[in-house]
T-cell receptor
Framework: GAVVSQHPSWVICKSGTSVKIECRSLDFQATTMFWYRQFPKQSLMLMATSNEGSKATYEQGVEKDKFLINHASLTLSTLTVTSAHPEDSSFYIC??????????????????FGNGTRLTVT | QKEVEQDPGPLSVPEGAIVSLNCTYSNSAFQYFMWYRQYSRKGPELLMYTYSSGNKEDGRFTAQVDKSSKYISLFIRDSQPSDSATYLCAMSGYSSASKIIFGSGTRLSIRP
């Protein structure tokens, strides 16, 4: 259970174009999804928290007009890299955890990740 | 000082050895502790997660949490070449609004 699907797995685009990455929770609902960026041999850097039905929360230093996030349903969040440049080339990974089954305390299921999208901007 | 410290390695051990991976942290509010395995060009895969202190075992993997020392460990018994990957520790507070903080990852290589 708790499968997160990410598409596409890799994409090459020209500088100045926009790229959309989809993140779907396949067997659970997720009011919150997270978008990470990872450079080679480095750890995950949280870019933004995607909230279903409301605006995303961006981490400091992440340009919200460049990295557009839409969380239109409980199973889908999208990240659009607008006017991509070579420095945007990276590995983008989404994650989510299932909604709590009860209202006591915090989430009771850990974070599950998609398989990532490798973006190359030429 | 980073909230979570993890030796980046690389760590190379022979097949069959016991592997010990560790992380230290500074935030006493952390309650959930996770270990992820990440193969090259793939997303992290959840291996183990624990709440508060104690041990948890799953097959060849054992996770330990010592909150008094702010130290967590992942042990891999009878290591296999297929265990070669980057291992990330992660932790968060009790609230669902708590951010999950990741270690930098340890690159592990199991030599046949």
């Amino acid at each position: 259970g708790a499968v997160v699907s990410q598409h596409p797995s890799w994409v090459i685009c020209k500088s100045g174009t926009s790229v959309k990455i989809e993140c779907r929770s396949l067997d659970f609902q997720a009011t919150t999804m997270f978008w990470y960026r990872q450079f080679p041999k480095q750890s995950l850097m949280l870019m933004a928290t995607s909230n279903e039905g409301s605006k995303a929360t961006y981490e400091q230093g992440v340009e919200k007009d460049k990295f557009l996030i839409n969380h239109a349903s409980l199973t889908l969040s999208t990240l659009t890299v607008t006017s991509a440049h070579p420095e945007d080339s990276s590995f983008y990974i989404c994650s989510a955890y299932p909604m709590p089954e009860d209202s006591i305390g915090s989430y009771n299921s850990p974070l599950h990740f998609g398989n990532g999208t490798r973006l190359t901007v030429t | 000082q980073k909230e979570v410290e993890q030796d980046p390695g690389p760590l190379s051990v022979p097949e069959g050895a016991i592997v010990s991976l560790n992380c230290t942290y500074s935030n006493s509010a952390f309650q959930y502790f996770m270990w992820y395995r990440q193969y090259s060009r793939k997303g992290p895969e959840l291996l183990m997660y624990t709440y508060s202190s104690g041990n948890k075992e799953d097959g060849r993997f054992t996770a330990q949490v010592d909150k008094s020392s702010k130290y967590i460990s992942l042990f891999i018994r009878d290591s296999q070449p297929s265990d070669s990957a980057t291992y990330l520790c992660a932790m968060s507070g009790y609230s669902s609004a708590s951010k999950i903080i990741f270690g930098s990852g340890t690159r592990l290589s199991i030599r046949p």
